[in-house]
Nanobody, 116 residues
């Protein structure tokens, strides 16, 4: 089983930056995708960005040019650098790990609040 622990959330003003981190532990296959999802109150959980073990990335249109996802395979960690934050970025951000065999795990989430 994979355990995911997120960190780095908090309160930031409009236009500010935050860096989220997610560390994975447990039984981890080398072929996997790690990603960040977010869920605002009353809304569904949506993909923000994801990255494969080979470095291929995917971003939601709403964060392109502002957010950057990266990973350290040696540390089994994924990061999300968030710049130019907007109030609509306010949400709980969840880390997700998945592999091609249908296995996936979620972290408990970290709250990001962007104040205007």
């Amino acid at each position: 089983q994979v355990q995911l622990v997120e960190s780095g959330g908090g309160l930031v003003q409009v236009g500010g930056s935050l860096r989220l981190s997610c560390a994975a532990s447990g039984i981890i296959s080398s072929i996997n995708t790690m990603g960040w999802y977010r869920q605002a109150p009353g809304k569904q959980r949506d993909l923000v960005a994801s990255i494969t073990n080979g470095g291929s990335t995917k971003y939601a249109d709403s964060v392109k040019g502002r957010f950057t996802i990266s990973r350290d395979n040696a540390k089994n960690a994924v990061y999300l650098q968030m710049n130019s934050l907007k109030p609509e970025d306010t949400a709980i951000y969840y880390c997700r790990w998945s592999n091609p065999y249908g296995m996936y795990y979620w972290g408990k989430g970290t709250l990001v609040t962007v104040s205007s």
